[in-house]
């Protein structure tokens, strides 16, 4: 699911599965139905109310236990990643938190069973293997 119709058009037209134009604040969908979710790259576009709007619906949506990973941009903790530093400049995300910051957002609904920080090439993230809170 995504708001911008043009990359689901392009899914749809690769990929197999089902697709849908939705806001991840209201899904839309039926409660209890997934076992698993993946959020890459997106939290760090979405101002807090809305981020902590979506994650209330993945837990509504997702089935108890089920497992959410999270995959989101943090702040270079190397001072001498410049390079890393103008990469956040430039992205169109202007919500690039700490890890601390993504944690207390998830926090409500999702347990962490996992974080960790990586870097892949340039850019620093936090990665959240979560586990839906009953």
């Known amino acids: 699911m995504d708001l911008a119709p043009h990359y689901l058009r392009y899914a749809g037209r690769n990929y197999a599965g089902s697709f849908a134009v939705t806001s991840g604040a ?8 997934f076992d698993a979710a993946l959020v890459l790259g997106v939290f760090h576009h979405m101002p807090d109310a809305l981020v902590r709007a979506t994650v209330a619906e993945l837990h509504r949506v997702m089935k108890p236990g089920a497992t959410l990973l999270v995959m989101e941009d943090i702040p270079p903790p190397d001072a001498w990643n410049v390079a890393g530093r103008m990469m956040h400049w430039l992205d169109r995300g202007g919500f690039i938190r ?4 993504y ?32």
């Open 26 to 33: 209201a899904i839309g969908l039926a409660s209890g139905r």
């Open 98 to 101: 700490t890890a601390a910051e």
């Open 103 to 134: 944690s207390a957002l998830l926090e409500p609904h999702f347990a962490a069973r996992r974080t960790s920080t990586m870097r892949s090439g340039i850019c620093d993230y936090e990665v959240y293997v979560l586990e839906r809170n009953q």
